[in-house]
């Protein structure tokens, strides 16, 4: 294949890494495939790189001293229109992998690995961010009110009316949000996906993760009779509720 081929794709990546030869390696790889990109030690790195310039895509190492992978996850998360973000990870317990698709992660590469396959995911990840519909942007809020509750952006969290606070996954508070902005319009599975799957996809099983998802939520809200989240048949969920923003 010749150079022309490989120096299709465009974008700005960020890779935070402890390791100087992995970030020198990365960097050196995926310039000749076209991207540009900025290296960071660490956290302190990073906001610099950052404030400077934003990211279309974070390639973030788990295991790192001072500030691990995970809180700067949750940092970058708490902010919005935050890039797409893949972990590496060196970790053999896959409780850290979960924790870190369930914090806002977008996918996860475990090391060693060969940075053709990162190659692979970055596009992948970047193509599903490209194609998310534009009517699915969040709003710009602080906190939604609707039925009996109060969903917290900031501190992802739900609160009742009689003052009972319920704390959410990753995927939940994605889950709910994406509702929450879209009340009383009909989402389809493969929105919601789009919206609340870190890793993405099609499928039977993702369909019945969602379906999951939505139980498990309307247990935490009290509605299992699907009264305030409703099914529409051979369509998707709606919240039924009005809502407003603060």
């Not at 960097?27 to 960071?40: D, I, P, R, S």
Request: include cysteine; aromatic fraction near 4%; glycine fraction near 8%.
């Amino acid at each position: 294949m010749c150079m022309m081929g490989l120096m299709e794709n465009t974008g700005h990546l960020l890779i935070v890494d402890d390791d100087r030869d992995i970030r020198t390696l990365l960097a050196e790889h995926l310039k000749n495939f076209g991207y540009e990109v900025t290296t960071a030690d660490g956290g302190g790195e990073m906001r610099k790189a950052l404030e400077k310039r934003a990211a279309d895509l974070i390639v973030l190492d788990l295991n790192m001293p001072k500030e691990d992978g995970l809180t700067l996850i949750r940092e970058l998360r708490s902010k919005p229109n935050s890039p797409p973000i893949i972990m590496l990870t060196a970790r053999a317990e896959p409780i850290d992998r979960i924790v870190g698709l369930e914090m806002g992660a977008d996918d996860y590469l475990a090391k060693p690995f060969e940075p053709r396959e990162l190659l692979a995911r970055i596009r992948s990840v970047m193509r599903r961010s490209a194609q998310m519909p534009s009517n699915l942007e969040p709003l710009a809020a602080k906190r939604a009110h609707f039925g009996e509750w109060t969903l917290d952006f900031e501190h992802r969290r739900l609160e009742a009316s009689e003052g009972r606070v319920v704390m959410l996954s990753g995927s939940e508070f994605r889950l709910v949000r994406a509702l929450v902005d879209h009340s009383n319009k009909v989402l389809s599975r493969e929105q919601l996906l789009t919206l609340v799957s870190p890793r993405g996809g099609t499928g039977d099983s993702l369909d019945r993760a969602i379906d999951l998802q939505v139980s498990r939520l309307r247990q935490k809200l009290g509605s299992e009779t699907g009264a305030l989240i409703r099914t529409v048949r051979n369509e998707g969920y709606v919240l039924a509720a009005p809502v407003t923003f603060e």
